[in-house]
């Protein structure tokens, strides 16, 4: 290597001047990638608390409703035996209003670990050995203490609030110990009665029905993320894509198929002014409380 007069060359001089990186330029590009690395997380996180901030308020994550069990209904583990505990702790009709815990809509229909299937029949699990949609599991889940007993005394029924305006009502019958879900769970939005349905009929489409009851946009998300597999599984089993309208006259049960045109075509409607429906574990009872309807 050729020497200028008067000027010797270290280590760290000659890896700089033959091209090759410095120990020292080495580190400054670790430190700045680290920094860029923290800078870019941090960003992240403040999206994530943006996106999320207007439910935060309303709303709990999994792991703060589990820690709500003591304040809103038994603790987990504790129900060996839902009748002798409903018994105690189930509300009478007329007994008035109840304090009704908000959840988000998203957890309580698409993250409730099997324990609620808008727009599904409960009964379908009949053959299985192994449900999760028990009485303890719903409680694990999304603790509640506003339970009441339908007018009939052979049911009750769970009750949530949601952050979008609705409320879900989970129902569970004498007929199996209420031990697990009956019949399907029922998301009323807005209180309705059976003559503003009175113009459907097979062949209409599901956007006609969601101009009618706001809860059917929910309903069209869940079909929506059913592959055609799944659906057709479903229908295998006896159950098409169903929507369910809690009205103030009665139950309403809307049955879709899948329609290249139309999205979702109605294929039957079965209207009960007596709020009983016949499903796949039978007949369940979805009378409700006159204080328990959406305002």
Request: proline share 5%; net charge negative.
């Amino acid at each position: 290597m050729k020497r200028h007069p008067g000027i010797r060359l270290s280590a760290r001089t000659c890896l700089v001047a033959t091209g090759v990186p410095s120990v020292a330029a080495v580190a400054g590009v670790v430190l700045a990638a680290v920094v860029a690395l923290a800078v870019a997380v941090a960003l992240a996180m403040a999206a994530s608390l943006v996106a999320v901030g207007a439910g935060a308020c309303t709303s709990v994550s999994i792991e703060e409703k589990r820690s709500e069990a003591e304040e809103w209904g038994p603790n987990p583990g504790v129900v060996d035996d839902p009748t002798a505990f409903l018994a105690e702790h189930a509300a009478a009709v007329g007994s008035g209003s109840l304090k009704v815990p908000i959840y988000r809509e998203s957890d309580l229909i698409f993250a409730s670990d099997g324990c609620v299937t808008l727009g599904v029949d409960a009964g379908f699990r009949l053959p299985y050995s192994f449900r999760p949609d028990s009485f303890e599991h719903l409680q694990t889940i999304f603790p509640s203490s506003a339970i009441r007993r339908t007018w009939e005394g052979t049911s009750v029924y769970v009750m949530y609030d949601t952050d979008a305006g609705g409320r879900l009502y989970v129902f569970f019958s004498e007929k199996n110990h209420y031990l697990f879900v009956d019949g399907f769970p029922l998301l009323m939005k807005k209180k309705l009665s059976h003559e503003k349905f009175a113009g459907l009929a097979p062949g209409d489409g599901l956007a006609k029905v969601e101009s009618i009851d706001p809860v059917t946009k929910v309903y069209r998300e869940v079909f929506d993320r059913l592959g055609d597999v799944a659906v057709n599984k479903q229908i295998s089993l006896g159950m098409q894509p169903t929507s369910i309208h809690l009205l103030s006259d009665g139950i309403l049960k809307i049955e879709y198929r899948r329609d290249i045109t139309l999205g979702y075509v109605i294929t039957g409607l079965v209207y009960s002014p007596d709020f009983a429906l016949e499903g796949l574990d039978g007949r369940t009872c979805y009378c409700i409380d006159e204080a328990d309807y959406v305002k």
